[in-house]
């Protein structure tokens, strides 16, 4: 499998973000099977979550849609603890109304690390693959991933009910276009 299939690592100025792999099946393991991770994420994780989940999830689900160049998954580290997985974000062109998913340990929470890397990933859907919109679903009550979504310039364009492993929830759905990203990202002029 040419690594070139696969997402580059991408950086900001806190955090290094390389392209999820099986290694990281044992720290996905160790955090992920938490309520305060899981609540809100899509009814697709199943819960109580198995031994060996972020294996099958790697191997089964998140590699295979990277390959298929349907999904980019990133781990999330801080650059001054490299080796230590803390979060993750995906993006996903296989729902036209949920291009972004993430989460992040409990632990790391409250200091901007996923307003930085869903910056990161964003910029990584627009300025490389080129795609002309991202929409995001959140259940209403996820006002932490709210937040988000209002820090990077979105839009509420819609309502609707959606099913999550906590059942089935008021969800809003969220969105910015290339031309808005575009209009909050200007470039900055080529000095001489
Ligand atoms: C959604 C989730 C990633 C948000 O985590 P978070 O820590 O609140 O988000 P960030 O890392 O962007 O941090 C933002 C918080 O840090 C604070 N902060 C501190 N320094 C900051 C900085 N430099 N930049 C931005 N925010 C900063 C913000 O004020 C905010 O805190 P507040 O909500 O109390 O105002 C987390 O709640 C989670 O993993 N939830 C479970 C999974 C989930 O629901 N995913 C989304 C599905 S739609």
Known sequence: MPDDLFPPALATDRLVLPPL???????????????????????QVPWPYPPDGARAYLEQVAIP???RGAQWHWSIRTRAEPDILIGIVSLMDDDPANNRGFWLDPAHRGRGYMTEASEAATAYWFEVLGK????APKAVANTASRNISVRGGMRLVGTEERGYVSGRLPTEIWEITREEWIARHPRKPVAG
């Not at 720290?27 to 609540?39: D, S, T, Y």
């Not at 002309?132 to 929409?135: F, G, K, Q, S, T």
């Open 65 to 67: 849609a990277m390959r």
């Open 21 to 43: 792999c099986t290694q990281d099946a044992e720290a996905i393991q160790r955090i992920f099977p938490q309520w305060e991770v899981v609540r809100f994420l899509a009814d």
């Open 132 to 135: 002309p919109v991202l929409r």
